[in-house]
């Protein structure tokens, strides 16, 4: 089986003017996790760097770049998981901290639990040695600033729920699946949430079977939109459900999961998905949905519906 590194960075109604830079970072994590993946034969370890690749980059809605809460800060969250033992890491309500993905795969590996959240995972980033910026805020940037004024100004904070609309100018949610030629499966997503969300608030990326989900009997998936949705529909299990018990196509069953999310919740979203046999599946809901993947010397990318652009890796 050819090695497959696919990544997504974020669905949601992304302007124009947006669109290179978030297809030069998905171009670029899709080749530093496929260059990883081929270095170490570890599709945790491709995973992770590609995420962190987009966690550094004010492009995405991760690590630097993540969108505000209504009390200005940011607050952050991600998963990881592993195929062959369901191995998992979720955290929530991190702070200051460049990389919660890696922060995710310590929990997986260090800890006898799957989740930590708040302030009890910052103290175990603390004492695993995880560089909390000093100052506080260094991963504000001003374009989080400036969606959450405009979230602010376009919201009747009064009567309505601040957080349920789909923001998606911002950045987005970053994620990535991986297989290797055994049939080896992980998958990794990040986020900072959505802007103008309650402090505390919690969305779908730490959550399994919602933001995440790798299973190699059947695939992996990691998704991105509109959270309280996807929680709702459960959304990454539903498409691996649909693969393994349908014995629908990758591309299929995301495509026809997220629609009937769509049309039950009214949120979007979008995903992506490797089966075990390595058949890729890409869809969105959204307006657009940033996504690449590299598969020998060849790379795939697009982010509006139709597209699916190739050039040499």
Request: glycine share 14%.
């Amino acid at each position: 089986m050819e090695p497959i590194v696919l990544v997504h960075g974020g669905a949601g109604d992304i302007p124009d003017s947006r669109d290179q830079g978030k297809h030069n970072g998905a171009l670029i994590a899709a080749r530093i996790g496929y260059r990883v993946l081929k270095e170490t034969n570890s599709v945790l370890d491709a995973v992770e760097e590609a995420v962190k690749s987009m966690e550094l980059d004010e492009n995405f809605n991760a690590g630097y770049g993540s969108v505000l809460t209504l009390n200005e800060t940011v607050e952050m969250e991600a998963s990881i998981m592993r195929g062959s033992d369901l191995s998992s890491g979720c955290v929530t309500l991190l702070r200051d901290i460049k990389h919660p993905i890696s922060l995710a795969r310590i929990v997986m590996e260090k800890t006898p639990h799957n989740f930590l959240g708040g302030e009890g995972a910052m103290d175990f980033a603390v004492r695993q040695g995880i560089e909390i910026l000093s100052p506080p805020g260094q991963l504000v940037t001003e374009t989080a600033r400036k969606a959450l004024e405009t979230f602010k100004k376009t919201q009747n904070l009064g009567s309505s729920q601040p957080g349920k609309t789909e923001i998606g100018h911002e950045g987005g949610t970053v994620g990535a699946v991986a297989i290797d030629r055994l049939g080896r499966i992980a998958v990794a997503t990040s986020t900072g949430g959505i802007t103008g969300k309650y402090v505390g608030r919690i969305g779908d990326t730490p959550l399994l079977g919602c933001g995440t989900f790798a299973d190699d009997r059947f695939g992996g998936v990691s998704t991105t939109g509109h959270g309280e949705s996807i929680m709702k529909f459960v959304l990454a299990k539903d498409i691996v459900n649909r693969i393994a018990f349908q014995g629908v196509s990758a591309q299929k069953a995301t495509e026809e999961s997220l629609k009937d999310m769509t049309n039950i919740t009214g949120g979007t979203a979008g995903a992506i998905t490797i089966d075990k046999d390595g058949n890729i599946g890409i869809y969105h809901t959204s307006q657009k949905m940033s996504w690449a993947y590299q598969k020998g010397d060849n790379l795939f990318y697009g982010i509006r519906h139709g597209e699916n652009f190739t050039e040499k890796a």
